[in-house]
């Protein structure tokens, strides 16, 4: 019976002796916790990441943080914690296959928010589709078109095409093709394109240039190129193509089209 009372008197000592310092451990790194995700918190807030990279970075940090530290308590209570990493390993392995494609997402979203090839509010082509960024999201792209379509885009796609961006450089240059009887002298249509060309939202530092580009069956086709804001696109194509028609009626010079002329011989 002594003996039984001395063994449970050791068993109790051993294990407030190991509990004690356990607890400290994981008290302390709780805090320690704490305060690393606040310092991640402030240097996302200070880095030039997009928005959306900054809770997940943050849920990775923490999420690493608190397993290392149980693993740390464990391993002070006379755990073994060798057998717990090896069947983390295994667990994690499984999920990472049976996710494949959303983890080839979410490293496509890292990727698109380091590089910033875009950032929200650009006017982008991508993968055949076009419009205005709406969101970078970790797995998706998300766009919204002329007409007010949300097109969702998966990253690793995104990651994977061409991407066409209309916005970071600042301005665009419109071409707008018209054709003009070849009975008009080809510097009338030329000085009248560039009237045309004129319109409020093209940029003033760049002259608006027109030329020739080929012969037609039934008419001589022009190129307008108009420069303005990226922003400023759409409303420059619509204005400066309603203004081509006012200068053409006011000048005589007649937009043709296709004709053919039949001779009859008595």
């Known amino acids: 019976m002594e ?71 464990a391993a002070n209570l006379g755990i ?46 991508i993968a055949g589709q076009s419009g205005a960024v709406k969101e970078i999201g970790l797995t998706y792209t998300k766009l919204t078109t002329g007409d007010n379509k949300i097109v969702s885009i998966p990253n690793s796609a995104v990651v994977s095409a061409q991407i066409v961006n209309y916005t970071v450089s600042g ?37 608006p240039f027109a030329a020739v580009k080929d012969y037609g069956d039934s008419a001589i086709n022009y190129v307008l190129q108009v420069w303005c804001k990226s922003a400023d696109y759409w409303t420059t194509l619509f204005n400066t193509n309603r203004r081509i028609k006012e200068v053409f009626d006011a000048k005589g010079i007649e937009m043709t089209y296709p004709h053919l002329n039949v001779h009859l011989d008595k």
Do not use: C
Request: no cysteine; proline share 3%; aromatic share 4%.
């Open 3 to 73: 003996m039984i009372k001395n063994w449970i008197n050791m068993a109790g000592s051993f294990a407030l002796a190991n509990l004690l310092p356990a607890v400290i451990i994981l008290v302390v790194g709780i805090l320690v916790a704490k305060l690393v995700v606040k310092l991640v918190d402030s240097a996302l807030e200070k880095s030039t990441l997009e928005k959306a990279a900054h809770s997940l970075i943050r849920s990775i940090v923490k999420t690493a943080l608190y397993v290392v530290l149980l693993l740390i308590v």
């Open 171 to 207: 301005s665009r240059r419109v071409d707008i093709n018209v054709s003009a009887s070849y009975n008009t002298p080809v510097e009338a249509v030329l000085e009248a394109l560039r009237e045309a060309g004129a319109v409020e939202t093209s940029l003033p530092d760049r002259t």
């Open 80 to 125: 073994d914690v060798t057998g717990i990493v090896a069947l983390a390993s295994v667990l994690t392995l499984a999920v990472s296959l049976s996710v494949q494609n959303a983890l080839t997402n979410l490293i496509g979203g890292f990727t698109l928010l380091s590089t910033k090839p875009f950032v929200s509010g650009d006017f982008v082509e």
